[in-house]
């Protein structure tokens, strides 16, 4: 059948190749040029499936109240006029509880095993390049009270079959000897092997040439406007091309996977989905001592920053480079997506503090974007509430970590056939018979 995915981000690009691998004709509408250039664009780079404890959880109401009124706040909810952000904190609230946190970390946890599996099984047949690392991921703590409360969350993660070992201070800075330099304010460690890292937007690139040449169809450029219903389902997509052209864009079932736009899109339909933006920052460091730079990938809980290291081959027509990616924090502030330069500087102060003179804050390079949160950190994937409306939205901060998983579990919803893993899939499981066949054409 035909299908068209709205968003050509991870989770739009991952899910328009595993409905190719299933044999379906398949069209991806997004507003920029180039896949990968919102969100995905210049992200934290983890493959953590071991960073599964929510935002919301027992500690985080009393973290926000100390955080109130501090612009370098890891999380900083900028109270607004705006209804949709006052209900979202109320259903954040509710999450905080011990239960649905251990729930909350299971999701999590299921499918970002999962999805890191699917992740290297696609890296081996494609044989795809993206700078990536697997050399583990190492949480880092310099509060004590941080580390004690980790240790519970890691073993409830090892449980559910991510190995995520508590270890020492001294065990942390023999995995990664650019922490001897806090060595003194080391509270202790975590460290998950089997956890990767790599450049998304590269990841991203390199997918969508490889669904180009399976045949998928790419309109960039497009601004999706509306979803028209008929019947009792999707009938159209209204959008408008780089010239403000006019088109309606038909097909037999319709992937949402706009990220914070999606509930936008969703609303019009009464489909109220539970997502507000997150705005991210990051911040790419030219290497400037490699022996200050780290080389594992990083979390600094404490912090709310994860780092990454990526190393560009040279090139006949490229010399290469080694570049630090530190990213993360979010700020609750509608759609905006103007950098703050208070928030900015905290995140190069965190890593001077950390890593002295390991990366060329002369040539710093800020980034922000808008993470589709949910409030309890679990993503939507699956059916709505409309026949031929399929969800793949609300990753938050673990979109890369989740994309090949979730593009793969939705595909096979979509194809009716059941999900390889076990999780809390939004609406129905499909039925066994798949939608009728039409064509996908603008009017």
């Known amino acids: 059948m035909n299908v068209i995915v709205l968003g050509a981000g991870l989770l739009g690009v991952t899910t328009a190749y595993h409905l190719r691998q299933l044999g379906h004709d398949v069209t991806v509408i997004d507003r920029q040029a180039t896949p990968g250039a919102e969100t995905s664009f210049a992200n934290g780079g983890q493959i953590s499936v071991s960073h599964a404890e929510p935002w919301a959880n027992p500690g985080a109401p009393m973290k926000l109240l100390q955080w109130l009124g501090r612009e370098d706040a890891p999380l900083l909810f900028r109270l607004r006029a705006d209804l949709r952000q006052w209900l979202w904190g109320l259903q954040f609230l509710r999450e905080c509880t011990p239960a649905r946190t251990r729930h909350n970390i299971e999701q999590i946890v299921r499918l970002g095993t999962y999805s890191r599996a699917t992740l290297q099984a696609l890296r081996a047949e494609r044989g795809l390049q993206y700078e990536q690392r697997t050399q583990g991921i190492l949480h880092f703590y310099t509060s004590q009270k941080e580390f004690d409360a ?64 399976d045949g998928v169809q790419f309109r960039m450029s497009h601004t999706v406007t509306a979803l028209r219903t008929a019947g009792g389902e999707i009938e159209h997509v209204e959008a408008t091309d780089a010239e403000g052209r006019f088109q309606r864009l038909r097909a037999d079932a319709y992937v949402l996977a706009m990220g914070s736009l999606s509930p936008l899109l ?178």
């Open 150 to 213: 980790a240790e519970a969350p890691a073993a409830q993660m090892r449980a559910l079959g991510c190995d995520r070992r508590v270890i020492s201070a001294d065990e942390a800075v023999a995995l990664e000897p650019a922490l001897r330099h806090i060595r003194p304010q080391l509270a202790g460690a975590t460290y998950t092997a089997e956890d990767e890292s790599g450049d998304a937007n590269r990841f991203v690139r390199e997918l969508a040439a490889c669904c180009v040449a």
């Open 266 to 443: 969703a609303a019009p339909l009464g489909i109220r989905l539970p997502i507000y933006p997150a705005k991210g920052y990051s911040v790419t460091l030219p290497v400037k001592d490699a022996a200050m730079a780290h080389q594992v990938s990083l979390t600094d809980d404490e912090y709310k920053l994860v780092f990454s290291r990526y190393t560009t081959p040279a090139t006949a027509t490229s010399p290469g480079g080694d570049r630090l990616r530190i990213a993360g924090t979010a700020e609750f502030n509608g759609y905006d997506r103007d950098l703050n330069r208070v928030r900015c500087e905290a995140i190069v102060q965190r890593v001077e503090q950390l890593f002295p003179g390991a990366g060329d804050t002369e040539q710093a390079q800020f980034w922000t974007g808008l993470r589709p949160a949910t409030p309890s950190n679990v993503p939507i994937i699956g059916r709505s509430k409309l026949p031929n409306l399929f969800l793949n939205t609300g990753h938050g901060t673990l979109g890369w970590t989740h994309a090949c998983g979730s593009g793969k579990s939705i595909a096979r919803i979509v194809s009716g056939l059941q999900p390889e893993l076990d999780f809390a899939f939004t609406g129905e499981l499909p039925a066994r018979r798949p939608l009728v066949q039409g064509a996908m054409r603008p009017t």
